[in-house]
C-alpha cells in the first residue's frame, strides 16, 4: 500500500495510518512514466528551485489549458488563495462575500489579508454560492466575492458577475476541486478576476503540493508574482520595493505537473467513467441524494459525492461511515461549514449568519473514493456494500416502527 493509500485532505493530510484492514482508500495520485522522466531531468540539470524550465512551461501550458491570460505557480492552494487577496489588495476593513461550506483555507486566506469572511449560504441547485443571497449580503464595506466550485460544480459565474459589476466588486473563483470543470463551455478559473487551482496529493493533477492562479490582467499578473517571490523588483536584484512573500513552487513539483498536464484528458476521461459507475451502481437506493449539476455545467470528476437522508436511507451518514470503514472502505464527510468552526463563530454571530442549506448539506454529505487507477471491481464492490447497508437499515426501521 503506497504512502497515499489513507485519507488525503484537500489541504493537509490526515494524521491517521492505514490499517491493515483498509483496502479501498479515498484517494491515490496517478503518476506516470513522465513524471519520474521529467523530475529526473529537473535533478539532473541542477535547478531544482523555482528558476528552472519547468515552472514557465507549466505555467505556459496551464494557463492554456484553463484558458487564461497567464498563471503563475505557487507552493500549495492556500497560499494561492492568499496571494489573490493580496494582488486585489484586499486587507483590513475590508469584507468578502464567501460560502460557508468550502475548505475552511477559503476562509482562512481572508482573515491572512486582514479582511473578514461573510458567510453566505449556498444554492441547493449547485451547491455553490447562491447568487440570490449575496445582495443581501453587500455592505459599503464589501470588496470582493469568493466564488467556490464546490466538489468539482461551477458556480453560477453569469449571475455572481453580474451582482459584482453592480456593486464594484472583485471576482475570485476557488476552483482548487474543479480541474476540468466548465460553467457555459468555459473552463473554470477565467471566468472572473482570478482563478486560483490546487494540486495537493488529492486533486486530478498533483505535485504532492503545489497551486497556481490564473489572471487576464496583466498588471494584476505582475503585482502577484511581485508579491510571490519576496516583493523583489524583477529588475533590480536584492531591491524590494513591498513586503512579498514566499510563496514560489519547485522546479521539481512544476516538473511533475507538466507530465500531469499532458495526461489531463486521459485522467478526466477515467474518472468520468468512474463517476457514471457510481451513479449507476447506486441508482434506486432509497436515501440516496445526488449531487446536482446544473444543465450549463460539466462537474469536474474530483470525488464522488452524495447525501444522505438518514431516515429514508436507514442510518445515519455517520453510522454508513463507520459500517464502510470497518469494510476497509475510506469515505469522508463533506467540510464542517466554516461559520460552525471555533476561529469564526463569533464573526458568524454577529453577522446573524443564518445558512440552512449549507448546515443540511454538510451534516448529511459523504465523499466516496475516487481517483484514476480504482478498479470497476472495487466500485462495485463499494456500491454492493452501501446497497446492502441500506437494506439492513430499512429493515431495522421497519422492526422499530
Not at 493580496?86 to 477559503?106: R, Y
Not at 488529492?202 to 505535485?207: E, P, V
Not at 438518514?310 to 470503514?325: H, Q
Not at 466554516?338 to 449549507?358: F, N, W
Request: aromatic share 8%; net charge neutral; hydrophobic share 45%.
Amino acid at each position: 500500500m503506497s504512502d497515499f493509500a489513507h485519507s488525503l485532505d484537500r489541504d493537509g493530510p490526515d494524521e491517521r495510518r492505514p490499517t491493515a484492514s483498509r483496502r479501498i482508500p479515498l484517494a491515490q495520485p496517478d503518476l506516470g512514466v513522465n513524471e519520474e522522466a521529467y523530475v529526473l531531468e529537473a535533478l539532473r540539470s541542477g535547478w531544482i528551485t523555482s528558476r528552472g524550465k519547468f515552472v514557465d512551461r507549466f505555467e505556459r501550458e496551464f494557463a492554456d489549458a484553463v484558458g487564461s491570460a497567464g498563471a503563475l505557480a505557487v507552493c500549495n492552494g492556500t497560499s494561492a488563495l492568499y496571494l489573490a487577496m493580496l494582488g486585489l489588495g484586499i486587507g483590513p476593513g475590508d469584507e468578502v462575500l464567501v460560502p460557508s461550506l468550502s475548505f475552511v483555507a477559503t476562509a482562512n486566506a481572508v482573515r491572512f489579508a486582514g479582511a473578514e469572511p461573510v458567510f453566505v449560504d449556498i444554492d441547493p441547485a449547485t451547491w455553490c454560492i447562491d447568487p440570490q443571497a449575496l445582495a443581501a449580503a453587500i455592505t459599503p464595506r464589501t470588496r470582493a466575492i469568493l466564488a467556490v466550485h464546490l466538489y468539482g460544480h461551477p458556480a453560477d459565474m453569469d449571475a455572481i458577475n453580474v451582482i459584482a459589476a453592480q456593486h464594484g466588486l472583485f471576482v475570485v473563483e476557488d476552483a482548487a476541486e474543479a480541474f476540468g470543470a466548465t460553467y457555459k463551455g468555459r473552463p473554470v478559473g477565467a471566468l472572473g478576476d482570478v482563478g486560483v487551482f490546487s494540486f495537493y496529493g488529492n486533486k486530478i493533477l498533483t505535485a504532492g503540493e503545489g497551486g497556481a492562479v490564473t489572471a487576464a490582467d496583466p498588471r494584476l499578473l505582475a503585482r502577484m508574482r511581485l508579491l510571490r517571490g519576496q516583493g523583489m523588483d524583477p529588475d533590480r536584484q536584492y531591491f524590494y520595493p513591498v513586503i512579498g512573500h514566499n510563496f514560489r513552487p519547485t522546479n521539481i513539483a512544476c516538473a511533475l505537473l507538466c507530465a500531469q498536464l499532458e495526461r489531463a484528458p486521459t485522467m478526466l476521461s477515467r474518472r468520468r467513467q468512474i463517476f457514471a459507475l457510481y451513479r449507476k451502481g447506486l441508482a434506486g437506493i432509497a436515501g440516496i441524494g445526488r449531487q446536482p449539476v446544473t444543465p450549463d455545467a460539466r462537474q469536474s470528476p474530483w470525488l464522488f459525492s452524495m447525501t444522505i437522508d438518514a431516515v429514508v436511507f436507514g442510518m445515519s451518514r455517520d453510522a454508513l461511515m463507520a459500517r464502510l470503514a470497518a469494510l476497509g472502505i475510506e469515505t469522508r464527510p463533506f467540510f464542517i461549514p466554516s461559520h460552525q468552526l471555533p476561529p469564526y463563530l463569533d464573526a458568524a454571530t454577529r453577522q446573524g449568519a443564518k445558512l440552512p442549506v449549507t448546515d443540511r448539506v454538510a451534516a448529511s454529505g459523504i465523499n466516496l473514493p475516487t481517483f484514476t487507477t480504482l478498479p470497476d471491481a472495487a466500485i462495485a464492490e463499494i456500491c454492493a456494500a452501501i446497497r446492502k447497508l441500506a437494506s439492513r437499515g430499512e429493515a431495522a426501521l421497519q422492526l422499530s416502527a
